[in-house]
């Protein structure tokens, strides 16, 4: 028979030596990094799996907390992974010209995403992606405009709810995952697969696997999450989905490289192969060139367009719907533009006030709140004597420094023309170029960094934009929406740096007696 005495107190022998192990653990962490000013804790003796936790929970508390004492210094957080080094501000110039030999974005988001876990290592092997976006995609995002506003009109009469002048119970993060991951596929794969449900699953499914996955596993020591992997289904549909993604795009993609390899692969804009895939075809090189890194490629795209456009197109609704004067001004700026041109031919850079909202809405409810992650692969000091050693992992506090009261106004007030005010402002001021900081996909505002900053700022920035504008463009035209009764805005969830809204809520909606959007 088992004598639970001896076991209980084997056990808690064991969890003691583990926490006084844990203990020694953060002490040398903190020591290592003693350069940086250790906060999160009263002592550096706390064990490293409570701080993890905490950290999990309270990161954006505990990171603003350090950023109010140590604004103009560096400080560091402990997670299970070690320190995170927080950087002030006045670094950030130098911090984003660094090279990536030096500090590796690329290495930083493999981190935090757990790229042993969930297929997104590829991004240590090709930069390809990165470039794609850069070199071809955003400069021919007006010429794709009209095919995005047919397939977003498409996409609306299969998922939208089919609602008439009555009050109609929807669920917005499930209806918009399914049209952002429809849209972004006519741009990322063409239309070969663009309304295939294979994709669009792989497309919507692999995004919430990831984060699942990143979520749950990053709760426990690094030595358990092998194991704990291994007992989350969402980690093996992760998986399997890069899997399901390279047979189905692998006959396509082998199509397309022999037809660049004999020099008949001209991707033009009225071409079938005008597009992301295209494209990738005909300028990857050496080991990019294989098929089945091809399709990796196009997954990781996938998870970039859909996660970048629907957490912002859900909160900035819930924003909109919150505040339903600004819906009404909107709908007047979308009228005064049609009227001012002959056609509607995308003039979404001339809509201020919903880019107006667009960064507000950010500004309130980030994707995530530290941002300009970086690993650094070799020693650096900069220019006014901060050292940072090789291995270590840096961020900014890009939340906190949003929101900090002298950066934005009354931080804590949604004031959705805060950034049109301004630009009005300045272009009154004769400052045409000095307003376009203050853009919502501005690289080039140091106190609005949720896009990055500088030349390593998000390529996909532009894009993602264009496909929010365009699809409150309809929104604000033909629907008017309201919160179940008795409810108010719904919360964001936060688990680790990450804002998250929660998928199972609903919205009413109707649609407008004589609302008409200018390219349905």
């Known amino acids: 028979m088992i004598d639970y005495t001896v076991a209980s107190a084997v056990l808690l022998f064991s969890l003691a030596l583990y926490s006084i192990g844990d203990m020694l653990s953060t002490w040398k962490h903190a020591k290592r990094q003693k350069e940086h000013a250790f906060i ?11 701080l993890n936790l905490m950290f999990a929970a309270r990161a954006s508390r505990i990171v603003s907390q350090g950023y109010q004492k140590f604004k103009t210094r560096s400080f560091q957080v402990i997670r299970d ?68 506003e047919q397939e977003l009109s498409t996409a609306f009469k299969e998922y939208f709810p ?25 741009v990322i794969v063409g239309p070969a697969f663009s309304k295939d449900p294979a994709w669009l699953g792989i497309a919507v499914n692999y995004t919430e696997s990831l984060f699942k996955t990143v979520v749950i596993l990053r709760l426990f020591p690094s030595w358990m999450r092998p194991f704990i992997s291994y007992l989350l289904p969402r980690s093996w549909n992760g998986r399997r989905y890069i899997a399901i993604a390279k047979k189905l795009l692998s006959p396509k993609i082998k199509e397309l490289l022999e037809k660049s390899d004999v020099g008949c692969l ?52 819930y924003d909109l719907t919150a505040h339903p004067k600004l819906f009404e001004e909107l709908e007047e700026e979308v009228m005064e533009v049609m009227a001012s041109s002959k056609q509607w031919s995308g003039p979404y850079d001339k809509l ?12 309130t409810s980030p994707p995530t709140t530290l941002g300009m992650k970086r690993r650094f692969k070799k020693s650096h000091t900069f220019r006014n004597g901060l050292h940072v050693s090789e291995g270590t992992y840096v961020c900014l506090p890009t939340f906190a420094i949003e929101n900090d009261p002298e950066n ?113």
């Open 40 to 50: 999160g804790s009263p002592t550096v003796y706390t064990p490293r799996f409570i």
């Open 81 to 148: 992974e070690g320190s995170v080094v927080v950087l002030p501000l006045s670094v950030l110039e130098e911090l984003s010209t660094l090279p990536t030999s030096v500090a590796s974005p690329y290495g930083a988001l493999e981190h935090d995403l757990l790229g042993r876990y969930t297929g997104l290592d590829f991004i240590l092997e090709s930069r390809l992606h990165h470039s794609i976006v850069q070199r071809k995609l955003t400069p021919h995002l007006d010429s794709m405009s009209a095919r995005l």
């Open 162 to 186: 089919p609602v008439q002048e009555d009050w109609v119970e929807f669920n917005p993060y499930q209806v918009f995952a399914k049209i952002s991951a429809r849209m972004t596929a006519e």
């Open 266 to 317: 001209d991707p033009q804009i009225h071409s079938n192969d005008f597009n992301v895939l295209g494209w990738l075809a005909n300028l990857a090189k050496g080991r990019e060139r294989q098929p089945d890194n091809i399709a990796h490629t196009e997954v990781l795209l996938a998870l970039a367009s859909v996660h970048t456009t629907l957490l912002r197109i859900v909160n900035v609704l």
């Open 352 to 363: 201020m006030k919903l880019d107006s909202v667009l960064r507000e809405s950010q500004r």
């Open 408 to 520: 934005t106004l009354n931080p804590e007030t949604y004031d959705g023309l805060r950034s049109y005010r301004k630009r009005i402002q300045k272009l009154n001021n004769g400052e045409s170029q000095d307003s376009k900081v203050l853009q919502f996909a501005s690289g080039n505002d140091f106190t609005a960094l949720n896009f990055g900053y500088g030349k390593w700022a998000c390529p996909g920035r532009y894009f993602a934009s264009m496909i929010i504008k365009m699809l409150f463009v309809k929104l604000v035209t033909e629907y008017d929406f309201k919160f179940l009764p008795g409810r108010s805005r719904p919360r964001n969830i936060e688990m680790h740096e990450f804002l998250f809204v929660l998928p199972w809520e609903r919205l009413l909606v109707k649609r407008k007696p004589s609302g008409v959007c200018p390219f349905s």
